[in-house]
């Protein structure tokens, strides 16, 4: 008898389960066996040569970065810095005091890995949520070819670009610390001091141990706090000046009147001497002319420039019409020295009296909440597991995404070439009063906004910005205070988007004026589930009265359902939590309530794929899958549950982009 284990929905232990097997086979002579054991023998050897052979490592070799990107837009001069890596875990933080940061031919305690790497993934433990120190390191050379020869070696310059690393990363170069920074989901850019001929060694220490003061608070998260180099490294070859950041801002003053292009960038002169430069630019057909401009040593400047769209290709869901546009930087002599790519849509986006508009259209957009994971790799995503999940929301025929934190570039370009908009929000997320009166919060939390609206304002499919997820309910003057001033920061860096927040509702609430400044709110609402706060919404059928109560408290605002699902891990009974069918029968009301709110802009359900979410979290689930948030419409191994059918066809049943609205 063959056996599994079977562990206990309770808790209680595991037990070994037994299944059948064939009957054993007829007996053989003592000859036949002595033959048979010969040729098994032989097998075992050979199985055992090919075994050591597949366990015996190729040598570890320094290799030059390739000039490929994952995500096209951006500096047309990115060398990807793929390839071999290697991985050290440091539980007992001792690597810094050992000296792992110097550089050394040996590779001893090195283990080979490729990046993006969640040094955790598929380890559900409480010390892998909680956290602990890992260690990467790249031994590279420089590509050749990366510099026009007219550009003298002096005028030379790498900058290394890490799209997101969890948490706090510390940056050596050839035994050198270049850089410190913490954070994740948002690029951090180095300037790559001390670089030589041969061989370079690049390594990062990185802690993804999170405390109070980080965003999201930790220790840990509500979602599994997966540590490492979790999104692409780049080198970016800059040649005299940099071409720092760009802004392309289509403005469309009504959906049938002309656009213009609104362009800046950001330039710096990384040498010792005044440099004069000039920008050409180009946006689809229409060229874009910047001024001629001279920058001091080490200086930065912004250069503007604009064009006209007579009659334009509007963007949105159903028909994401892109525009290529691109950016030349060239010398005084007008060779180049680098550039710029981006794929941008035209579309505006405005409310007027409390109704979200694209170009002019009512929205009442249906779409997902997901997390940028996989049961297999973490929090770092291959490029076909983003596909994935994109495949699926385009599937069901979801209209908009959100997720607790700015998604990577890549689900970000998918989702601007499939007319899929995005909630983009910082995590922000669950911030205690207590920390929510330290000023410090605040500007953390504001240098996190900044960041992620300069960084990701170029996407057609951004809808809006989100300040925040579910702070505390009712805000006290500390959560009035930043959301007034989150609110006012963001209106300035982009003046062309709705700002936003996600916060828990139940019912009973009172109004809040706290929440005027903003443009959007979202509300987390879980009714027919359990009792939130006191109010009734356990009660599904109270689901219908809190809306209008919603509504009523903020009829000058764009309102979402940012969150509402069910678990489903196993078929039972249609009235017991837990089962498909209780996750798709709620589901299934929730839509019918939905529909019957016209002012409603837009649902989103909790949660695409099921996922890691913390140690014994169960979602009141009384057979849970420990540590697994089962609301996904899809499980941890990509299997469409039941409830994915019935979502998909309210999404289908519903028209997303509605009437357009006349001046």
């Not at 969640?118 to 050379?141: E, I, M, P």
């Not at 001929?197 to 930790?218: F, H, I, K, M, W």
């Not at 040649?239 to 802004?247: E, I, M, N, S, Y």
């Not at 939590?577 to 996750?583: A, L, N, S």
């Amino acid at each position: 008898m063959a056996t599994s284990r079977l562990c206990m929905p309770d808790g209680s232990g595991c037990a070994l389960k037994s299944t059948p097997q064939p009957c054993p086979p007829p007996r053989v002579s003592l000859s036949s066996t002595l033959r048979a054991r010969s040729v098994l023998s032989l097998a075992l050897l050979l199985s055992l040569a090919a075994t050591v052979t597949a366990r015996a490592q190729p040598p570890y070799q320094p290799t030059a970065p390739t000039k490929s990107v994952v995500a096209t837009d951006g500096q047309t001069d990115r060398f990807l810095l793929g390839g071999p890596w290697l991985y050290r875990a440091d539980q007992g933080n001792v690597g810094v005091a050992q000296g792992w940061w110097q550089p050394t031919s040996s590779t001893d305690g090195w283990t080979p890995v490729s990046v993006p790497n969640a040094y955790n993934a598929g380890d559900l433990s409480s010390q892998s949520w909680y956290g602990y120190v890992g260690w990467y390191r790249r031994d590279f050379t420089l590509p050749t070819g990366a510099f026009p020869g007219y550009v003298p070696a002096a005028f030379q310059h790498w900058m290394l670009r890490f799209e997101s690393v969890n948490y706090y990363a510390t940056v050596w170069l050839n035994g050198r610390q270049i850089a410190t920074h913490g954070g994740a989901f948002l690029p951090r850019e180095v300037n790559l001091a001390g670089l030589h001929g041969g061989v370079n060694t690049l390594v990062v220490r990185v802690d993804d141990r999170t405390t109070a003061n980080s965003l999201p608070p930790g220790p840990g998260s509500n979602w599994w706090n997966f540590g490492g180099i979790l999104r692409e490294v780049y080198l970016r070859a800059v040649a005299k000046v940099d071409l720092q950041q760009v802004q392309i801002r289509p403005l469309l003053p009504c959906p049938s009147c002309a656009a213009t292009i609104s362009e800046q960038a950001l330039l710096r002169n990384v040498t010792d001497v005044p440099q004069t430069v000039q920008l050409h630019g180009s946006y689809g057909r229409v060229p874009i002319g910047f001024k001629r401009v001279t920058i001091g040593p080490h200086a930065t400047t912004t250069v503007r420039a604009s064009g006209h769209i007579a009659r334009p290709r509007l963007w949105a869901p159903g028909n994401p019409a892109l525009y290529k546009a691109t950016l030349t930087l060239s010398d005084a002599r007008g060779r180049p020295l680098g550039g710029y790519l981006d794929y941008s849509g035209i579309r505006s986006t405005t409310i007027r009296n409390g109704r979200l508009l694209l170009n002019g259209r009512l929205l009442h957009a249906r779409g997902v909440d997901m997390q940028e994971q996989n049961v297999d790799s973490g929090g770092a995503l291959s490029s076909g597991q983003t596909q994935a999940l994109i495949g699926w929301a385009r599937q069901l025929g979801a209209t908009i995404i959100r997720t607790h934190y700015p998604v990577g570039p890549l689900m970000e370009e998918l989702a601007d070439r499939d007319g899929i908009m995005i909630w983009s929000e910082v995590p922000a997320f669950g911030i205690p009063n207590v920390t929510l009166r330290q000023p410090s919060t605040h500007a953390r939390a504001r240098q996190l906004l900044s960041k992620n609206v300069l960084e990701n304002q170029n996407h057609p499919s951004i809808l809006l910005w989100s300040i925040g997820n579910e702070l505390p309910t009712p805000p006290s003057s500390a959560e009035a205070t930043y959301i007034a001033t989150a609110t006012k920061l963001v209106h300035r860096l982009d003046p062309t988007r709705p700002v936003g927040i996600a916060i828990p509702t139940w019912g009973g609430e009172p109004c809040s004026s706290a929440y005027r400044p903003l443009d959007v709110i979202g509300g987390n609402e879980y009714f027919g589930l359990f009792n939130e706060g006191g109010g009734t919404t356990d009660d599904r059928s109270q689901l219908g009265p809190f809306l209008d109560s919603f509504h009523a408290c903020y009829p000058k605002k764009a309102l979402f359902v940012t969150e509402f699902g069910f678990d489903g891990n196993r078929d039972g009974p249609v009235e017991e939590y837990g089962t498909y069918q209780f996750q798709s029968n709620n589901l299934a009301y929730h839509f019918g309530v939905f529909a019957s709110k016209p002012w409603l802009a837009g649902a989103m359900v909790q949660i695409l794929q099921n996922f890691a979410a913390y140690p014994f979290y169960n979602g009141a689930n009384p057979y849970p899958d420990a540590s697994i948030n089962g609301k996904g419409l899809v499980d941890l191994h990509g299997g469409l549950k039941p409830a994915f059918s019935v979502v998909s066809q309210a999404f289908h049943s519903t028209r997303q982009i509605g009437t357009r609205i006349q001046r």
